[in-house]
């Protein structure tokens, strides 16, 4: 999906077969719902383009959202949770920690459960809460995602794995750049 109001055909296709393959699904009350919760929470009323994306997410597809800076590229990755009444996590890989703690605190404002997980933040207590889903989306590096760790190691378990809603690469459009530079780490996420 991109940022247009109006998706590419063989978007609104792929969308389209995943709605009539869902039992039970109705994308009109879907919407609805995600559009609502969205404007109760954030004060915003989505975009179609948005909820495209939302819609998208929450019926497991793939997504990929190219728009400006401020535009609101990561509410479709928010509004399911939202609307979401199980212990879903999803995890944002980020290429600075400052972006991190900046989206915690804006998910966190949303009514989220929102974490960092750094090598600053990453303790016993932390570890024990990410193994209990007590957070719905944990905002963390590439270093801290590939690297083998306690948290790597976390990553990889059926349980997380079962109850991992989706995986964020946030500015994907920096990999090229810094992935072979600057953060090396983050030049695995195209791998």
Known sequence: MSNEDTPS???????????AQTANYSSEDTRKLLSKTCEDRTGHTPHPWQLDCAEAFFLGLDCTVIAGTGA???LPFAMPTMVRQDRQVTLVISPLNALEYDQARR???????ATVVNGDTYT???????????????????????????????????TFQ????????????????????FRPAYGQVEG
């Open 124 to 158: 016993a207590k932390l570890h024990q809460e990410l193994e209990n889903l007590e957070h719905q989306f944990i905002f963390t590096s590439p270093e801290m995602a590939f690297s083998p760790s306690l948290f790597n190691s976390l990553l990889t378990t059926r």
């Open 162 to 181: 079962e109850n991992l809603a989706g995986a964020i690469v946030d500015e994907a459009h920096c990999i090229p750049d810094w992935g072979s530079t």
């Open 107 to 113: 998910f966190k404002e949303m009514g989220l459960s």
């Open 9 to 19: 055909d063989h978007s609104r296709e792929v969308l389209s077969s995943k709605r």
């Open 72 to 74: 609101g590229k990561t």
